[in-house]
């Protein structure tokens, strides 16, 4: 190669991947790595990584930007500030919901997304389909076809009024999941439970935001995980359980993986840095910001989340970005007053932090190996959902998203992020890292300061999960047949 043929090198980076750790330089064009090795020739540009800790660019593979919600609840994050945020904090590519309205054909949110999303992101993006409206049009035809173009993974809810499915609803998706190879993502609570539970702590007058997290105890998320588990038994497919919270769910699912079932888990960092008492020790209001759902747990809860996150029992991080502004009537306070916590938005912001927080306080605090982290990061998630090796991890052919790390001393304030959210839960933290450099397609987009290029982030058609193993023949349940 002549250095006419290198449009970037990254010069003396010490390269991480979810299995080997290496220093080598890093030449690219045309958006994509063309060599790794050492003494590699000049670059039109280059830029010197003197040492510095080179990983993937990370795949947020959960997150809401820009979805349409009921009044008056609005998202603060459109496709312009949630990429933009996602870029800062060394995420190059996200993974947010096409969410089917009931009564809406699937096809009709997908459109929608798109719209969107058109010539706004600063970093690639796919989409997962959430189905809440699972009619025979949308079993039959539209989903089929839908995975086949490109959406490979949707989002079922157990709780949630407008977005639930039944458990026959739940058997019917997740046959079509089976059929198609797609992944299934759920959100494992009980809504009855949390209705009885929320009536409850109204008729005592217990509507502060603290209260949230009485009404979802971990109990709610068990059943409900357990359930799951059973329901993708029953039907032979493998599910993916999301946003994990603590020890009860962990059991259900390390109890399915003992069975040799396929159950992948994720969880978020919501759940290894905050607890039930963020949502407030009295009946204060400011504890709305941190209501999310499910909530977080406790400080024992935290240490089995991190065990999980070491052992195995996690395949991905997320963030479940889903930002509401606190101080706004679309936001924390609908209609600008201070409600009940039911009425309140769940959701917390956490695109730009996902990254730094774990690096931080895994990687540099000696809770996590460097592989492990950018496996949970990035190469899981880029393979959970069809895009990797593009995705996911620094290879030869791979697309140039690269994060190069800045380990120095630094506090978390809102007012140094990049989102269109007024708080973040992690105001004052102390962190030990921050991308120094987020670089999408071999484009510097952050060095310390954002460079805006709307519509770099293309939109990726993702293929089949490689997580899933070969389909078996179908079981005599899924056929109608007896055992
Ligand atoms: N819970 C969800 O399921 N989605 C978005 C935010 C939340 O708290
Ligand atoms: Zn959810
Ligand atoms: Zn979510």
């Known amino acids: 190669m002549t250095a006419q043929d290198f449009d970037l090198v990254i010069r003396r980076a010490r390269v991480a991947t979810a299995s080997d750790t290496f220093d080598s330089d890093i030449a690219i064009r045309d958006g994509r790595i063309v060599q790794l090795g050492t003494g590699l020739a000049a670059g039109q540009r280059e830029i010197d990584a003197a040492g510095r800790v080179v990983t993937p660019g990370g795949v947020d593979a959960h997150c809401h930007l820009d979805q349409p919600m009921l009044a008056p609840a609005r998202m603060a994050d459109d496709f312009e500030s949630g990429t933009r945020s996602a870029a800062c904090g ?106 009885w539970l929320t009536r409850r702590l109204e008729a005592a007058g217990r509507t502060a935001p603290r209260f949230h997290a009485l009404s979802r105890p971990m109990l709610v998320e068990r059943e409900a995980t357990h359930r799951a588990i059973a329901l993708s038994e029953l039907v032979d497919v493998p599910i993916l359980i999301v946003h994990v919270s603590g020890r009860e769910a962990v059991e259900q699912i390390r109890w399915a993986r003992a069975h040799g079932l396929n159950v992948f888990a994720e969880t978020c960092p919501q759940y290894l840095f905050l607890t039930a008492e963020d949502l407030g020790l009295d009946d204060s209001y400011q504890g709305a910001r941190c209501i999310c759902s499910p909530p977080p747990r406790d400080k024992r809860n935290q240490d089995v989340i991190w065990n999980g996150l070491n052992d195995g029992l996690f395949t991905v991080f997320s963030s479940d970005h889903a930002p509401f502004r606190y101080d706004a009537p679309e936001g924390k306070k609908p209609d600008g007053k201070e409600v009940a916590f039911r009425h309140i938005p769940n959701g917390i912001p956490g695109l730009e932090t996902r990254m730094p927080l774990l690096y931080s306080e895994g990687v540099l605090a000696g809770r996590m190996t460097l592989n492990r982290f950018v496996e949970l990061t990035a190469t899981n998630p880029a393979k959970a959902y ?98």
């Open 386 to 483: 069809g895009l990797h090796p593009r995705k996911g991890t620094i290879a030869v052919g791979s697309d140039a998203d690269l994060v190069i790390w800045d380990e120095r001393d630094l506090t978390l304030r809102n007012q140094d992020l990049h989102h269109n959210v007024d708080y973040t839960p992690y105001e004052g933290r102390a962190l030990r890292a921050w991308p120094g450099v987020t670089l999408v397609a071999g484009e510097v987009v952050w060095d310390g300061a954002f460079h805006p290029r709307k519509g770099r982030g293309r939109f990726l058609p993702c293929g089949q999960p490689s997580l899933m193993p070969r389909r078996s023949p179908m079981p005599p349940a899924v056929r109608g047949e007896a055992a």
């Open 90 to 195: 060394g995420t190059t590519t996200v993974i947010p919901f096409a969410a089917q309205e009931k009564g809406q054909s699937l096809r009709a949110a997908v459109d929608d997304y798109h719209r969107r999303a058109e010539g706004l992101a600063h970093v690639d993006y796919a989409f997962h389909l959430i189905v809440s409206d699972p009619t025979a049009t949308v079993l039959n035809d539209e989903l089929p076809a839908l995975i086949g173009e490109g959406y490979t993974s949707f989002k079922i809810y157990m709780t949630y009024d407008d977005l639930k499915l039944d458990d026959g609803q739940i058997l019917d998706v997740l046959s079509v999941a089976r059929e198609h190879g797609a992944m299934a993502m759920v959100h494992a609570e009980n809504a009855d439970c949390i209705e």
